[in-house]
């Protein structure tokens, strides 16, 4: 869903967003081949049977460009960018919890 | 331009050996991850310690860094004298040119230009980095939708082929019913590419302030709402609060502290999908200060006795 603001083209990342294994790959300018190691790793789980029906949506972007970000700035590999992540999805929901309660 | 104790920047001392460097760079580094670390000045310090290691990392620039001695302080207002960089030679590694756009005018006066700048023309070509903010909005913002108008700072490369940062404002349409993570992404609005590829983009990442009395959880809004003993025992008609203006709610008789009321589509509705505000009664009790008023407490305990521990006798039997 791309629309037009003054100057700049923008596409909003919400609930609608359904990309392609090819659209998410340019998205994070990364190759396919790491997005199916990712999904290998079960970092990703795309909606869909087979790869041409895979859809992803805001959450595994967000996941592929994180663990991008952690390889590339922490050195760690995709195992350690996956159980990162974990965790802080795990830190991120107990937050929420604390924050409804006070 | 402001010095930089790079060494201050790590937590090391002047004649640390690199091994060290590594380290103290490692810890900090994911300390202060922009992805792990939420504070607000996480990102800056992150850069500001990735910017040292970068120097302290390459026994050359450590070199020629440390020619400057150890008498400044960080902060202190600084020029390198001219030719400071004469003699040493530098062998082009070290991280990318986008990376370093994110360096100290300090960083960019010493290693940005000279015996340490990096070739930048050749065949080489890769779409520039994304970049992400967070954005702030209230409630009643992400209810109605609203404008933001930000000051981007956006490295571009002149015709020296050296990397500058431009200041540049953007208003950006915040659409109706937007929630926390959500983004927007405003396509070649990133660094620049290399080579003449394609700029990154940049993402406003959506982040709800805290407000004291409504609480956000994805679209659902949460309001407590205190409520009299006779209005919860015997129903009635209360006005609610809610992030488009108040409206009527009907509390059903018999209604419980806790209990939670739904005022459907009253919570963040975007265009394809709705959220509902969710009321949790919280009955108030009044004092009885006067003898009038302790006389009605000792009637009700008289009229309808109860027992609210019913449930907690099965512990002790």
Not at chain 2, 76 to 84: G, I, K, V
Not at chain 2, 269 to 293: F, M, R
Request: include cysteine.
């Amino acid at each position: 869903m791309k629309k037009q603001m003054s100057n700049y083209t923008f596409t909003l990342l919400n609930e609608n967003t359904n990309c392609t294994l090819q659209e998410l790959s340019d998205l994070c300018s990364q190759s396919s081949k790491l997005i199916l190691e990712m999904i290998d790793e079960g970092m990703i789980v795309p909606a869909g049977s087979s790869p041409r029906q895979w859809r992803f949506g805001l959450k595994e972007i967000h996941r592929v460009q994180t663990a991008q970000r952690l390889i590339r700035d922490l050195e760690v590999n995709l195992a350690g960018a996956a159980l990162a992540l974990d965790l802080l999805e795990e830190l991120e929901e107990l937050r929420r919890q604390v924050s409804g309660k006070g | 331009m402001e010095y930089k104790d790079y060494y201050q920047t790590l937590g090391i001392v002047r004649d640390a050996p690199q091994d060290e460097i590594k380290r103290a760079y490692r810890k900090l580094a994911r300390k202060f991850h922009p992805d792990v670390n939420k504070a607000p000045d996480a990102e800056k310090k992150f850069k500001e310690v990735g910017e040292a290691y970068e120097v302290l990392s390459d026994p050359e620039k450590r070199a020629a860094y440390d020619k400057f001695g150890n008498n400044w302080q960080s902060g202190q207002d600084f020029q390198p004298p001219p030719d400071w960089d004469a003699g040493f030679e530098f062998s082009g590694t070290g991280s990318g040119g986008a990376k370093q756009a994110d360096f100290s005018d300090f960083f960019s006066q010493l290693f940005g230009s000279g015996q340490f700048q990096q070739n930048r023309t050749g065949s080489f070509s890769n779409k520039g980095e994304d970049h992400h903010a967070r954005i702030i909005i209230t409630l009643t913002e992400a209810w109605h939708g609203t404008k933001k108008t930000f000051t981007l700072t956006k490295p571009e490369i002149n015709d020296q082929g050296q990397l500058i940062n431009r200041h540049h404002a953007i208003t950006v349409t915040i659409p109706k019913g937007m929630t926390e993570g959500q983004k927007i992404r405003l396509q070649g609005q990133g660094m620049p590419g290399l080579g003449g590829a394609a700029h990154g983009d940049l993402y406003l990442e959506i982040s709800l302030e805290k407000n004291p009395f409504f609480r956000a959880d994805k679209r659902n809004i949460h309001l407590t709402l205190p409520v009299t003993p006779w209005e919860a025992a015997l129903g009635a008609t209360v006005e609610c609060p809610t992030l488009n203006g108040t409206v009527k709610l009907n509390i059903p008789a018999g209604s419980q502290s806790d209990r939670k009321l739904r005022l459907k589509g009253r919570g963040l509705c975007s265009a394809s999908h709705n959220g509902d505000q969710i009321v949790t009664l919280q009955i108030v009790i009044p004092e009885a200060k006067t003898d009038k008023e302790k006389e009605v407490y000792r009637n009700m305990a008289e009229v309808m006795p109860m027992d609210p521990r019913q449930s907690l006798k099965r512990i002790t039997k």
